[in-house]
């Protein structure tokens, strides 16, 4: 399969057809446990939360894809977040990309740091040298988020990963925004990718998922494969099943999300009601460059702030119609939400503030509807502002 293009490894990795019967498609293996001819002595499942083979198909799909070695799914992104962290000692140091999605902020902040004595430095990686100057004695891990949500810089992930080689720490790179498709930071020398798959690796909108995939089969990676049975977060079967399914159209949904990202950005910042539009493949947008080199394209997430207050923006939530008012994203259908009053509302607001995640800061998740349809959406409901 290596020599395959992402599309086609996309559609096939991980899934010869079924050997009992022909079926094209990996069936859903619902089943909790399995027959074994003598204790010990099996096809190679037991118990489905140590495997099974809808899962594995999954996980072996996803290593090929990011070009790793191992693939992992968990039964959300955050699950498997929880699992790294836990493969780290008691008091370990971990730098952080300073712009992460609010759950994994509550998650470091509010749950590792008590129970696992964390420490958490924040960090604007768009500084590399920042980074640098945040290691310290303890440090074990470095946490990037590209592009980060909901401010959409760019972090360049072979400067990242240099330094963890440099500095001997682990490196891993939640790459939920950018998708697979866009991005291979295991090609960069990352040691961990990181998913939540609820978002564009599925595409539908209707599962919760996460994955993890690994660069090399060592110490960490074991820890990994032990602690998700151990733990036992695991994916179900039917939703592995649904995951392989988005995969399958990951390349031509990406393609059109971005299509229609970079036009409606473009709008966006020529109009009149917009002071400002955050999207990397705006050319000027500072991470223009970065991405340009480390992305097969810019995404499908855009961010901007109206003119006026929190109440020219809720007045603008409330006329539009195409997009829908939600948390995620990811999704083909298009989605709008207020990062400060919503995903990212467990962040305190005086750090929200620092960074820009004011309540006037709005996020949209662009889907691949006519983009048309999209544009006048956007339009209809600008033009009700004042
Ligand atoms: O929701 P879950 O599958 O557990 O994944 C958490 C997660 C992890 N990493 C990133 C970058 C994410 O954006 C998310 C989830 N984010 C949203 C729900 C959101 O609307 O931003």
New binding site residues.
């Given amino acids: 399969m290596s020599s395959y293009g992402f599309a086609t490894k996309a559609i096939h990795a991980g899934q010869e057809p079924d050997s009992a019967t022909g079926a094209i498609i990996i069936p859903i293996y619902a089943t909790s446990t399995f027959v074994q001819e003598r204790p010990g002595v099996h096809k190679g499942y037991e118990y489905s939360r140590s495997g099974n083979p809808t899962r594995s198909a999954l996980e072996s799909c996803i290593a090929q894809l990011e070009e790793g070695v191992a693939g992992f799914a968990f039964a959300?992104?955050?699950a498997a977040?929880s699992v790294i962290i836990d493969t780290l000692p008691k008091g370990s140091h971990i730098i952080a990309t300073d712009d992460l999605?609010g759950?994994?902020f509550r998650l470091f902040d509010k749950v590792k740091r008590e129970l696992q004595d964390l420490e958490i430095t924040y960090v604007d990686m768009t500084d590399e040298s920042a980074v640098v100057r945040a290691i310290r004695s303890n440090t074990r891990l470095i946490w990037v988020?590209t592009p980060t949500?909901p401010l959409l810089k760019i972090i360049d992930l072979e400067k990242i990963a240099a330094i963890a080689t440099e500095h001997r720490l682990i490196s891993v790179c939640?790459n939920?925004?950018a998708s697979t498709y866009l991005q291979r930071p295991l090609t960069l020398g990352f040691d961990l990718v990181v998913h939540?798959a609820?978002?564009y690796l599925n595409g539908h909108s209707d599962i919760?998922?996460?994955l993890i995939v690994a660069r090399q089969d060592d110490a960490v990676t074991q820890r990994i494969r032990f602690l998700q049975n151990a733990i036992g977060s695991v994916l179900s079967p039917f939703d592995s099943f649904l995951l392989l399914r988005g995969l399958k159209t990951l390349t031509v949904r990406m393609e059109a999300h971005c299509a229609n990202a970079l036009a409606i950005a473009l709008h966006l910042e020529a109009h009149s009601k917009v002071r400002q539009v955050l999207y990397p493949g705006l050319p000027a947008s500072p991470y223009h460059g970065v991405a340009t080199r480390q992305m097969k394209g810019y995404g499908g997430m855009v961010s901007f702030y109206l003119h006026g207050g929190a109440e020219e923006t809720q007045r603008f939530l409330r006329e539009i119609r195409l997009f829908a008012l939600a948390?995620?994203?990811g999704g083909v259908e298009s989605l709008i939400e207020v990062p400060a009053l919503m995903?990212h509302a467990s962040i305190p607001a005086e750090i929200r503030e620092q960074l820009g995640i004011s309540d006037t800061l709005i996020r949209l998740s662009v889907g691949i509807e006519e983009l048309d349809d999209l544009l006048h959406d956007l339009d209809q409901a600008l033009a009700k502002l004042n």
């Fill in positions: 959300s992104g955050l977040e999605y759950g994994t988020e949500n939640d939920t925004f939540s609820t978002k919760v998922a996460g948390e995620s994203l995903t």
